[in-house]
């Protein structure tokens, strides 16, 4: 699937802001099929993934963030609209890793995902957040396994980039581009990672570029 032939001939960051909320849905099954290509936004609870979706679209609370980590539990979609024609979607989905609920529920919600990102044939690409001092976790991994098997794009968000000095910062980037060049032939080959901060706005333009 592909964005309609009427792609926006202004910036990206110059109607971004126009995105609004469409609906929310605890299941896959519950989501009505897609006309237009979407991308979804994926993390764990604690990375800042809503605060990053917050800062790449120039709104303040449009995706909610909580202090406890794991209490969205429904995934959420934003249309992506110019001059009153939706033109593609973001995809907002739950948060994982947390460890506040019980083993039914987290079982239910990483079955969910998987089934999203593996049939979901709107999906066209995803924007998986790790926190920069703790990326590639072990759920982290079996995400890019998942959508990876679809050879579609991955852009990597390093978030909170802020809590690192700069050589700090350089070492982990570096890092993380040689580990998903070795994983390529796993996670789709079609892989791309930057370093983001909700507080500094640090990468927003490259996020949007993505």
Known sequence: MSLPDHHPTAPLKDWIHQIAFITSAARCSDLEVSAVAEIAIAGRSSAGKSSALNC??????????????????????FGLRLQDAEIGRLVDLPGYGYAAVDRTTKSRWQ???????????????????????????????????????????????????????????????????????????????????????????QGREEALAK
């Open 56 to 77: 790449i679209c120039g709104r303040r609370r449009l995706a909610y963030s909580s202090k406890t980590p794991g209490r969205t539990q429904l995934i959420n979609l």
């Open 111 to 201: 079955m969910e995902l998987s089934r999203f990102l593996e049939i979901r044939d709107s999906l066209v690409g995803l924007m998986l957040v790790m926190d920069v001092r703790h990326p590639f976790g072990p759920l982290d991994i079996q995400m890019l396994q998942w959508f990876g098997r679809r050879g579609r794009p991955i852009h990597i968000l390093l978030t909170k980039a802020d809590k690192l000095g700069r050589q700090e910062q350089a070492r982990t980037l570096a890092a993380a581009r040689k580990t998903i060049g070795d994983n390529a032939s796993q996670w789709g080959g079609q892989l791309s990672v930057s370093l983001f901060s909700a507080t500094t706005r």
